[in-house]
Nanobody, 122 residues
Framework: QVQLVESGGGLVQPGGSLRLSCAAS????????MGWYRQAPGKQRELVAA???????TYADSVEGRFTISRDNAKNTVYLQMNNLVFEDTAVYFC????????????????WGQGTQVTVSS
């Protein structure tokens, strides 16, 4: 049984930081590329950051330079370090186990976590 369990969300003031974690089980974690998505109320789910199984990372323009995705294959965990948070970062954040597409891009798979809420508010 595949499980992706996110943690680390919460309430933070603008300019603050949070680190999200996603622990995976039931998959051979090291061969998967992993992605963090977010969904704000009334908006579509969007890809925030991805780390391919070989370690290459990609980011949405809106978080480039503020967020860092990393992985620890020994712990079957992917992280999202979020710094200098702004109101627009408020959303439910989901992790996903995916793969590399034909053009080297991240392609989401069918495994999703339950999500963790991040709220940026003063």
């Amino acid at each position: 049984q595949v499980q992706l369990v996110e943690s680390g969300g919460g309430l933070v003031q603008p300019g603050g930081s949070l680190r999200l974690s996603c622990a995976a089980s039931g998959i051979i974690f090291s061969v998967y590329s992993m992605g963090w998505y977010r969904q704000a109320p009334g908006k579509q789910r969007e890809l925030v950051a991805a780390i391919l199984y070989r370690g290459t990372t990609t980011y949405a323009d809106s978080v480039e330079g503020r967020f860092t995705i990393s992985r620890d294959n020994a712990k079957n965990t992917v992280y999202l370090q979020m710094n200098n948070l702004v109101f627009e970062d408020t959303a439910v954040y989901f992790c996903n186990a995916g793969q590399i597409g034909h053009n080297g891009e991240y392609v989401p798979g069918g495994y999703w976590g339950q999500g963790t809420q991040v709220t940026v508010s003063s």
